[in-house]
T-cell receptor, first 114, second 114 residues
Framework: DAGVIQSPRHEVTEMGQEVTLRCKPI?????LFWYRQTMMRGLELLIY????????DSGMPEDRFSAKMPNASFSTLKIQPSEPRDSAVYFC????????????FGPGTRLLVL | QKEVEQDPGPLSVPEGAIVSLNCTYS??????FMWYRQYSRKGPELLMY????GNKEDGRFTAQVDKSSKYISLFIRDSQPSDSATYLC??????????????FGSGTQLTVLP
């Protein structure tokens, strides 16, 4: 079992650039979650999908952030334009929709915006 | 006030000690309670999961939930250096939709000294 796969693992970019983070959930899981983790704010839910449909995006900080899930095996989180305060570790997690208490997290993408 | 409060530590104990980690919460709708372990530069992994009040034991780990006090605990017996990690509590309500999302504590950083 490959687990949740995220890419890239590290991203360094300059302010104003577009950043795209990618996630492949565990096969057979139909819920997908994007989180952001910082020292100051801890682990925050940004958005989650059930069966590829966004259910709750109230955690998305502002319009610069967008997320898509075009199919059951792929999701993207895009930041455009990026700002230094977006620097964080971004995690993707997936679970089964039924009894989805167990969320399996990916290794995360460490983003640094200069 | 945050919905879930967790002492960030850091907590340092000698090998073999009993460790007690705690979270308090304010939302009485929370019914599912989880503890995640996060090693440095890794994603969180589910350690323990309990529903409603009571105790659950798994090897050296015991999770306790006291809903009347809105207080949950994780005990680690015979702690090992390999237990050194950040421990995050998480919880959610019983309903579907947005209530399925997890609310995380800020995490407690634990170091077990050999």
């Amino acid at each position: 079992d490959a687990g949740v796969i995220q890419s890239p693992r590290h991203e360094v970019t300059e302010m104003g650039q577009e950043v795209t983070l990618r996630c492949k959930p565990i096969s057979g899981h139909n819920s997908l979650f994007w989180y952001r983790q910082t020292m100051m704010r801890g682990l925050e839910l940004l958005i989650y999908f059930n069966n590829n449909v966004p259910i709750d995006d109230s955690g998305m900080p502002e319009d610069r952030f967008s997320a898509k899930m075009p199919n059951a095996s792929f999701s993207t989180l895009k930041i455009q334009p990026s700002e230094p305060r977006d620097s964080a570790v971004y995690f993707c997690a997936s679970s089964r929709l039924a009894g989805g208490e167990t969320q399996y997290f990916g290794p995360g993408t460490r983003l640094l915006v200069l | 006030q945050k919905e879930v409060e967790q002492d960030p530590g850091p907590l340092s104990v000698p090998e073999g000690a009993i460790v007690s980690l705690n979270c308090t919460y304010s939302n009485s709708a929370f019914q599912y309670f989880m503890w995640y372990r996060q090693y440095s530069r890794k994603g969180p992994e589910l350690l323990m999961y309990t529903y409603s009040s009571g105790n659950k034991e798994d090897g050296r780990f015991t999770a306790q939930v006291d809903k009347s006090s809105k207080y949950i605990s994780l005990f680690i017996r015979d702690s090992q250096p390999s237990d050194s990690a950040t421990y995050l509590c998480a919880m959610r309500g019983i309903s579907s939709g947005s209530a399925r999302q997890l609310t995380f504590g800020s995490g407690t950083q634990l170091t077990v000294l050999p």
